[in-house]
Structures are given as C-alpha cells and as structure tokens.
C-alpha cells in the first residue's frame, strides 16, 4: 500500500531563503506523486506531478521537485522564498488502483518571516 | 469562471438536518472527487466517479450519500450527521483517474 511522510508540520524561513519541504513516499510501484499547495480558504492547487519522465520536475510559482527512487524521496524547493509562499503543503501519491486515487501528507505549513 | 465550484461554501446544520452540498466541474473532466479535511489530519477520500459511475466508497458511514447525475455535477447528500462530521469538503475533478486533479475551494461545514 502506497503512503506519504511529510517531516516537519511547520516550516518557517526568512524572505528570501531557499525553501525545502519534505517528502518521503512508500509504494510497492512506480509512483505518481504531487504536490499541491492550499491558502487560507481556498481549495488545492497542483503545483507539480512526476509521471515517470524528468526526475526533475519544474512546477509553477518558481517551485521544482526531484524525484530520488533510491531515498524514495521527492522534496520540494525554491531558492527564493516570497512572503506569497505562506501556505500549505500537500505531498501525494497516487495509488496505483484503477480509481487513482490520492494518498495524501499530513502537511507542511510553510511560514515566511519578512 | 473557476473550474470547479462548490456550493455553499460555509454550512450550518443541526444534527437531524438534511442538507446537500453542490460541485460543478467546467473542464470536461470524467472523474470528480469528494474529500474531507479535517483539522491535523490527511486529507481522506470519500468517494470516486468515474464517467457517472461510483468506482470508490472509502468506508464512508451511509450518512453521507454522493450523486453524480452527469459528468459535471456532484452531489453530497447529508442527513443525521455527528458533530466529528464537522470539516471542509473539498470536491475534485480530473480528465481521468491518474490525471492530476483540480479542486474547488470547499464548504466549511459546521454541524451543532
């Protein structure tokens, strides 16, 4: 059975760091995983997929990820972080069933200091 | 217009209430989703449709009973709900299961 491990509930770096979100997956396939972000009262929005093409992968608003098989890790980066980046993060696999669906993280609350 | 729209977007209803929640999905997509997120804890599936039909009931107690009459709206039908029922649904859609899927903004429900 697939699962995701996101380390860290809060993240906090200073306007202008490199952001770094954890991700570690478990699945008995090759995966399919996402990352998505959340702002206060809004739904998910996909940052960015790995289908089994690039290992990495570039996603919108500046964020790219890179999928690692042998750390079964697939962290999420960006080198300058924004006071517009204070959300938060959602890392999933896709299960490998015919319906797809998704395994979610706990989250990672990302909080950016001016 | 957004692609998926979800209505209302914040409920409150007693426990013996009947009330639905309302998803329309402008994208053409096949499948659509309904979540349930609740405070420090994952995001849980409730159920998959796929082309109209149910493909997924994520051991939902039968409170909760979903309608998908057509590939672009997704019902949530509530009757007799808990106050641990209180969370924001989230419903989703995607071109097929596999796709990436693309969420409405939610409805904050409350039940008293």
């Known amino acids: 059975a697939q699962s995701v491990t996101q380390l860290g509930s809060h993240v906090s770096v200073s306007e202008g760091a490199l952001v770094l979100l954890r991700c570690n997956y478990s699945?008995?396939?090759?995966?399919?995983l996402f990352w998505y972000v959340q702002y206060p009262n809004q739904g998910l929005q996909l940052l960015l997929k790995?289908?089994?093409?690039?290992?990495l992968v570039k996603g919108i608003n500046g964020f790219e990820a890179e999928f690692k098989k042998s750390e079964t890790s697939f962290h999420l980066t960006k080198p300058s972080a924004h006071m517009s980046d204070a959300a938060e993060y959602f890392c999933?696999?896709?299960?490998?069933?015919?319906?797809?669906?998704?395994?979610f993280g706990q989250g990672t609350t990302l909080q950016v200091k001016p | 217009e957004t692609g998926v729209t979800q209505t209302p977007r914040h409920l409150v209803m007693g426990m013996t209430n009947k009330k639905s929640l309302k998803c329309e999905q402008h994208l053409g997509h096949n499948a659509m989703y309904w979540y349930k997120q609740s405070a420090k804890k994952p995001l849980e599936l409730m159920f998959v449709y796929s082309l109209e039909e149910r493909v997924e009931n994520n051991s939902v107690p039968s409170r909760f009973s979903p309608e998908c009459p057509n590939s672009s709206h997704l019902f949530l039908h509530l009757h007799t709900l808990q106050p641990e029922d209180s969370a924001l649904y989230l419903c989703?859609?995607?071109?097929?299961?596999?796709?990436?899927?693309?969420f409405g903004d939610g409805t904050r429900l409350s039940i008293l």
């Open positions: 790995y289908t089994s093409a690039a290992t």
């Open positions: 699945s008995s396939v090759p995966p399919y």
């Open positions: 989703a859609s995607s071109q097929t299961t596999h796709q990436p899927q693309h």
């Open positions: 999933a696999v896709s299960d490998a069933s015919n319906t797809g669906k998704l395994i």
